[in-house]
């Protein structure tokens, strides 16, 4: 498998893409020559990277969006679907942390959030462009999780809970498409020095973190055409993959 895919001529979706882990890997899924589509709110973020992707040769396509829009991602798969007829790859990167705090002390229009962006988007996403990807020669989906997701520590309750159901999803989708040519793989990118991390950790001193650059770039095989393993977990701390083996 390549590690630094040549992905001329392929078409990128990234959520999330306007700071953190998102922002670089859709710069260097543009380095290695995919037209990226960047989704985030933040206006500002977004035109950054477009500055940047541009000076590198490459080139993008910004949506500012929502994704507790769901009519706005459903609409984002028309349009897609007009403009290039399939899509390649997916990073369904996009999250919010919500609080860290006792289960009982969490307040319901923060846990509503965190399901709305972190899961019920994410799947409203995966419906919009599952027709895409199935269209390409060599589909590849990305789905953002957590070792929270497993680890299920005290005082993270609705993030676990909602990067739990995201990766039940993607091992899902990754059964359904097992015989296709799309590969659904699911990232766990340990504790980085992002906006996220910051908020999560506020004591802790980024400086003893991982770059959201080395991250990304760590992520960019699963992009690669030439990917077989569909259904896993790649875990970006270890380099390894952790293998959920899919039904018979
Ligand atoms: P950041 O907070 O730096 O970035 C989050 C991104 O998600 C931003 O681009 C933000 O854009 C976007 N986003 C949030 N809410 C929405 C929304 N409602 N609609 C559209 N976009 C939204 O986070 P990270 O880069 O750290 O995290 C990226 C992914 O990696 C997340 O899924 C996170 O759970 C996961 N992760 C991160 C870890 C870490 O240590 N950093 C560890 C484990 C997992 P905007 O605000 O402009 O809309």
Same mark, same amino acid.
């Given at each position: 498998m390549t590690e630094n895919p040549d992905l001329s001529g392929r078409v990128a979706l990234v959520t999330g893409a306007s700071r953190g882990i998102?922002? /670089?890997?859709?710069?260097?899924?543009?380095?290695?020559?995919? /037209?990226?589509?960047?989704?985030?709110?933040?206006? #500002?973020g977004l035109e950054e990277l477009d500055d940047e992707i541009k000076a590198g040769g490459?080139?993008?396509?910004?949506?500012?969006?929502d994704l507790t829009d769901m009519a706005g991602i459903?609409?984002?798969? #028309?349009?897609?679907?007009?403009?290039? #007829?399939? &899509? +390649?790859? &997916?990073?369904?990167?996009?999250?919010? &942390?919500?609080?860290i705090a006792p289960i009982g002390h969490v307040e319901a229009k923060v846990?509503?959030?965190?399901?709305?962006?972190?899961?019920?988007?994410?799947?409203?996403?995966?419906r919009s462009v599952d027709p895409l990807?199935? &269209?390409? +020669?060599?589909?590849?989906?990305?789905?953002?999780?957590?070792?929270?997701a497993h680890s299920a520590r005290a005082f993270w309750a609705p993030y676990a809970a909602s990067k739990a159901a995201v990766e039940a999803l993607a091992r899902s989708w990754a059964d359904e498409t097992k015989n296709m040519a799309l590969r659904v793989n699911i990232v766990d990118p340990g504790a980085t020095r992002t906006a996220m991390r910051a908020q999560a950790m506020p004591g802790e001193n980024p400086?003893?973190?991982?770059?959201?650059?080395?991250?990304?770039?760590?992520?960019?095989?699963?992009?690669s055409p030439s990917l077989t393993y569909t259904g896993r977990i790649w875990n970006v701390r270890k380099g390894s993959w952790t293998d959920y083996r899919l039904p018979e």
């Open positions: 998102g922002y /670089h890997l859709a710069k260097q899924l543009a380095a290695a020559g995919a /037209h990226v589509i960047a989704v985030a709110r933040t206006v #500002g490459g080139s993008a396509t910004l949506v500012p969006l459903d609409r984002l798969g #028309g349009s897609i679907h007009e403009r290039w #007829g399939k &899509l +390649d790859i &997916l990073v369904a990167n996009a999250g919010v &942390l919500g609080v846990f509503d959030k965190v399901m709305a962006v972190n899961v019920t988007g994410t799947w409203r996403l995966i990807l199935r &269209l390409s +020669d060599a589909g590849r989906a990305i789905v953002m999780s957590s070792g929270a400086d003893t973190l991982p770059l959201p650059a080395d991250v990304a770039a760590s992520m960019l095989r699963l992009a």
